[in-house]
């Protein structure tokens, strides 16, 4: 019984000290299956988003303390977050999107250094889901119907200048804790998933925010920095219904709402067949880090593209020199989203990495893995619109093979996955024979309706045995784990 306690105030401590102990990369310990300490960690998961929400409302003067009940189903790995009375977002703040779902990453992250594996997490107020109380507002649009052939995509890059009311104040609207602002990153990102949705998946790719560098008129600010609600204005002034959907709304921040809704419903005006939303998420804990991909609850059907995305996404960072072990998601989460759900084509958000965990910031900066996320949302997009499954790439077992002395052979090589050609072969010597006998040796494809076929030859006039280890590697850095196999010259 000692030994349950111990463990439930160790995992009490890594809530309250996570910031600090985690951040320095010491592990939680993991709970054991122990009914009693489950118990605990439901008890003090409850406690943490009680805290969360009391700390949050009293941001807007409201101090007031509202229940909250925690229930896990880990058949599904999901976690259900009922709110009691006193609390219910609305469509004034988007919902509390920017509130609920870092709180959603807080109790993932705590319930999992608990050894509770959890993906995906619901909130409900008083046992009702607020599509119940907002049916009308939070009613997804009819999904557009899929073409066999897709021809546009949308990439949206959060977020960008708004307009503060009744101030007229411009400010961005994420914070940038460690210095690294998310509204002027994403945009980069953007332009690197653009270059690569033409040509390797032949979409025309439409942007939801300017990337002009010229003056905004109303702010004497970069347009390239505004966010896409004003971009969508220049567009389309008579259209209030894509960029100002609350012109009565008294909150200081409606503007930051209707750019939530704008982006979406540009891409619903275009009809464009993908929407992909590139993003870096934030948290008050420096200890929260990694890629995460999400899709609306109640848009299951856009799961299959989401996951796909992940899985791309982890082969191509973890694939690059120093990111071998980068924390991404093993699945897609759901979320609540307002982007996702109003889309009416497949829609995702892509969380590239925290802006707030200093290893996530050096990450978000560096080109390497700006390049290889982006590489991996393209992939995942393309695989999914073929109907291909993201697999690891691996090269099927080579035979053990007898060659005849002053002959050669060719064996044709089979592997599993989705490379980018050019493929190259690379065969490393584990032993020969004979000392300086053998050569290390590299060969190129370039066509991917061709075989992957390699020469083996034996010159010399001696019997002799060569051990290979043989990788594949992609034009992207994806490459095999490496595959040992014999050759032996013989006399015939």
């Not at 850095?477 to 490496?482: H, K, R």
Request: glycine share 6%.
């Amino acid at each position: 019984m000692q030994g349950m306690k111990f463990a439930a105030v160790v995992i009490a401590c890594a809530m309250t000290c996570a910031p600090d102990a985690l951040g320095r990369g010491v592990e939680a310990p993991m709970i054991v299956e122990d009914s009693g300490i489950y118990a605990e960690v439901i008890a003090m998961l409850e406690q943490e988003a009680a805290g969360q929400l009391a700390r949050h409302l009293q941001k807007s003067g409201k101090l007031r303390h509202v229940s909250v009940n925690i229930r896990l189903d880990m058949s599904r790995r999901s976690m259900t977050i009922n709110f009691g009375p006193g609390y219910l977002p609305g469509p004034e703040g988007s919902y509390d999107e920017l509130f609920l779902q870092p709180m959603a990453s807080s109790l993932r992250f705590f319930a999992e250094k608990s050894g509770l594996e959890v993906n995906d997490i619901h909130f409900l107020f008083e046992g009702k889901a607020l599509e119940d109380y907002y049916p009308e507002d939070l009613a997804v649009p009819m999904r557009s119907g899929r073409k066999s052939a897709p021809s546009s995509a949308m990439v949206s890059s959060s977020h960008g200048y708004i307009s503060l009311h009744p101030s007229r104040e411009w400010k961005f609207q994420r914070p940038a804790p460690l210095g690294l602002q998310e509204d002027t990153l994403s945009p980069v990102y953007g332009d690197e998933l653009q270059a690569l949705i033409e040509q390797r998946s032949g979409l025309t790719v439409h942007r939801a925010r300017s990337r002009s560098t010229e003056l905004h008129p109303e702010s004497n600010l970069p347009w390239e920095h505004m966010s896409s609600r004003y971009h969508l204005k220049a567009l389309f002034p008579e259209r209030t219904d894509i960029w100002n959907e609350f012109p009565n709304s008294t909150d200081s921040a409606r503007e930051k709402d209707e750019d939530i809704r704008a982006r979406p419903n540009y891409a619903n005006h275009l009809g464009v067949d993908v929407l992909i939303s590139l993003h870096s998420n934030g948290h008050d804990s420096a200890a929260i880090r990694g890629t995460e991909v999400y899709y609306h609850h109640t848009k299951a059907q856009d799961k299959p593209l989401a996951d796909s995305i992940i899985c791309s996404m982890r082969e191509l960072i973890r694939a690059q020199p120093g990111y071998e072990t980068f924390p991404v998601r093993e699945s897609s989460s759901q979320g609540n989203h307002g982007e996702n759900r109003i889309g009416k084509m497949p829609s995702v958000i892509i969380e590239t990495a925290y802006h707030s965990n200093p290893d996530d910031v050096a990450a978000l900066q560096d080109p390497v893995f700006r390049s290889a996320s982006m590489k991996g949302v393209e992939k995942g997009y393309r695989l999914w619109a073929s109907g291909k499954t993201c697999e690891p790439l691996a090269l099927h077992p080579v035979p053990d093979t007898d060659v005849p002395i002053q002959a050669a052979r060719n064996i044709e090589l089979g592997y599993a996955g989705n490379p980018q050609y050019p493929l190259s072969v690379e065969l490393s010597l584990t032993s020969c024979s004979e000392a300086g006998a053998c050569t290390p040796w590299a060969t190129t494809f370039d066509d991917p309706a061709k075989p992957l076929t390699i020469n083996l030859a034996c010159n010399g006039p001696d019997p002799g045995v060569a051990r290979w280890s043989a990788v594949l590697r992609d034009a992207d850095g994806v490459a095999t784990a490496p595959v040992e196999f014999s050759q032996a010259c013989v006399r015939t």
